[in-house]
């Protein structure tokens, strides 16, 4: 079971549309995967919270130019959670769940030359917030940010080309941070490194 409650306001003015959206979620009997002795389980282990605040704006700033933005701020954690690990009873109540990351962001400048309207050059902004890696909130990981580069050539209606940079700052970072309860030692998934992307979009 999952009673929820939402609300939200959608709106228009001018060149710019909003949606805004708060949330907040009592998940019962939830079933969340754990690493016990070096095994990934999944367990009925009890309740947990989420609550959350979710922004999208859509702006036109002319001349061409256009902007997007989306974040979400959350919260979430372990209410009546205790499951049987072994001989013992393991209990994370009042922790907050592991591996949910306290805020998720993107930023996107856009810009269409009115002289060269068939080109389009992109600049984007990823961030991810903090989050604990364990179910204990001993471990933690300070979250990144990442700045790509965007850019596409419409040669016709059916032909374009198109160039990317990811992670142009070539920062470290981490696509999933974990750690063994009672394990000190963070484990990483080590995220790409600068990359550029050539290609030819296509209908033959």
């Not at 990811?166 to 990483?188: A, K, R, W």
Request: proline share 3%; aromatic share 12%; glycine share 10%.
């Amino acid at each position: 079971q999952a009673p929820s409650r939402e609300v939200g306001w959608r709106g228009r003015w001018r060149a710019l549309d909003w949606d805004l959206t708060a949330y907040a979620m009592q998940v019962q009997d939830d079933i969340v995967s754990i690493i016990e002795g070096g095994d990934r389980k999944n367990v009925n282990a009890g309740e947990t919270s989420h609550r959350g605040l979710e922004i999208a704006l859509d702006a036109g700033l002319g001349h061409g130019l256009e902007a997007g933005i989306a974040f979400t701020w959350t919260r979430q954690r372990y209410e009546d959670f205790a499951y049987v690990c072994g001989a013992a009873t393991c209990n994370f109540s009042g922790f907050d769940v592991a591996r949910a990351p306290e805020r998720i962001g993107n930023v996107v400048l856009a810009w269409a030359p009115e002289r060269l309207p068939r080109l389009r050059l992109e600049a984007e902004w990823e961030a991810l917030g903090a989050y604990w890696s364990d179910e204990t909130n001993t471990g933690r990981y300070g979250g990144h940010d990442l700045f790509n580069l965007r850019a596409s050539w419409e040669i016709d209606a059916d032909w374009s080309v198109f160039a990317r940079v990811q992670n142009i700052g070539d920062t470290l970072y981490s696509t999933l941070t974990s750690t063994q309860v009672g394990n000190p030692l963070l484990e990483y998934s080590p995220g790409a490194p600068r990359s550029v992307f050539l290609g030819v979009r296509g209908a033959l």
